[in-house]
Each structure stands twice: as C-alpha cells, then as structure tokens.
C-alpha cells in the first residue's frame, strides 16, 4: 500500500514568484491536512480538506491556499513568496475526519522549499 | 487554546536503555486525542503511539508505550531498550476531537543514542 506522496520534494524559488505543491493521499483516505515546519516555529497547521472542502485553516495569511480534487488528491499554493516562506511543508491523509478509531494521520517526506 | 509542552530539547541515551520523553498538554475538551510522532533527517513523520482522552489504558506498540496521567495532563513517551536507530526528532502532538484532523505539535525532543 503506497503512503502518502508530496511532489516535488525540493524546490527554489526567489521573492515574489508563487509555488504550487502537490499531495497524494493514501488510497481509500479522503482527508489531507497540511502543515507547515520551520526552526523557528515549528509544526504548524496550514489548513484540511476533505471530500473536495476546506474543514479547517490555519493563521496563516491569505498567500496561502489549497484546494483538493474528486480523487483527493490536493494541492497547496502560496503566492507572492517571501523569505520568511522557506519551510518544510507536510502533508497528511487520514481515513476517517474524527473520532472512531485513532484516526490517525500518516504524513508524506515533505516539500522543502527555500525562498530566496 | 490547546497548547503541548516538551521541556526536553535533547536527550543523550546509551544504547539499550530505556528513556522516556516528556509531555505536557492543556485543553479545556474533555475529548482528544495525544499522537507521538518520530521524524528522521529524512523530515517524514512517523506515526508512533496514539492515547484518547477516554481510553482506561495506557496505549502500547511494540517497544513504544505512552504514560498516560489524565489528571496532570502529561503523556511522556516511554521507549524501552533503545536502539540506534530511534536517533531522531520526537514530537507530542494533540487533536481536540471538534478540530477534526487539526494538530497542535509541542517543539520537540531530539534524541541521540550513542553505542
């Protein structure tokens, strides 16, 4: 059984373009969460989709957006890319929304990507 | 607001012995749920060990147990004999059950075994 697949796994980008990374949950889960990981900050959350809507958002500006697809596939943009940008970004999928069983989120090897 | 505490920045364990890992938490829910997770240098975060709010028992995998004490809301993280490969980023992390799949992580404990 595939795990979750976060493409691409490094990019660069400079001030002011925009990226676009992509998530592929586990099959079957139809939840995907992101995350976003600095030194500074540490884990923090992004937003979750599920069934093709947003469930949750994170504080964070509105530079950053997503969206899932019918095959829950999901996509993360953030816009206008500042320094303060470059981070590891995490996905996570999950079979079920909450509560029955642990529910537990299995999380991808991450987007790093470096703003400079 | 949920927030996790991890007190340990780093610990430093000789290989074969037991260490626990410590976790505290606040949350006014009286339903959630608490989830270790380990990330190598590789930056996958691995799903480790999961404790509900409800559960009677203090959850357990294989070498990974949870220490569960409700009433001084902490959930340390107990690894028995140690290997080298448990060298690692270990995080705490809560989910209130109306947050859907929303974590709170605490900062982390970088462990090292050393032979």
């Known amino acids: 059984k595939a795990g979750v697949t976060q493409t691409p796994r490094y990019l660069i980008k400079t001030r002011g373009q925009q990226v676009t990374l992509s998530c592929s949950p586990i099959?079957?889960?139809?939840?995907v969460s992101w995350y976003q990981q600095t030194p500074g900050q540490g884990l923090q959350f992004l937003f979750e989709?599920?069934?093709?809507?947003?469930?949750n958002k994170g504080n964070f500006p509105g530079r950053f957006s997503g969206r899932q697809f019918s095959n829950s596939r999901s996509e993360m943009n953030v816009s206008t890319l500042e320094l303060g940008d470059s981070a590891l970004y995490l996905c996570?999928?999950?079979?079920?929304?909450?509560?029955?069983?642990?529910?537990?989120?299995?999380f991808g090897e991450g987007s790093r990507l470096t703003v400079l | 607001a949920q927030k996790i505490t991890q007190t340990q920045p780093g610990m430093f364990v000789q290989e074969k012995e037991a260490v626990t890992l410590d976790c505290t938490y606040d949350t006014s829910d009286p339903s959630y749920g608490l989830f270790w997770y380990k990330q190598p240098s590789s930056g996958e975060m691995i799903f480790l060990i999961y404790q509900g709010s409800y559960d009677q028992q203090n959850a357990t995998e294989g070498r990974y147990s949870l220490n569960f004490q409700k009433a001084r809301k902490s959930a340390n993280l107990v690894i028995s004999a140690s290997q080298l490969g448990d060298s690692a980023m270990y995080f705490c992390?809560?989910?209130?059950?109306?947050?859907?799949?929303?974590?709170?992580f605490g900062q982390g404990t970088r462990l090292t075994i050393n032979p």
């Open positions: 996570a999928s999950s079979l079920e929304l909450a509560g029955v069983g642990t529910g537990e989120l299995f």
């Open positions: 099959s079957g889960h139809r939840s």
């Open positions: 989709y599920f069934s093709e809507t947003q469930r």
């Open positions: 992390a809560m989910r209130e059950t109306k947050g859907a799949q929303k974590l709170v």
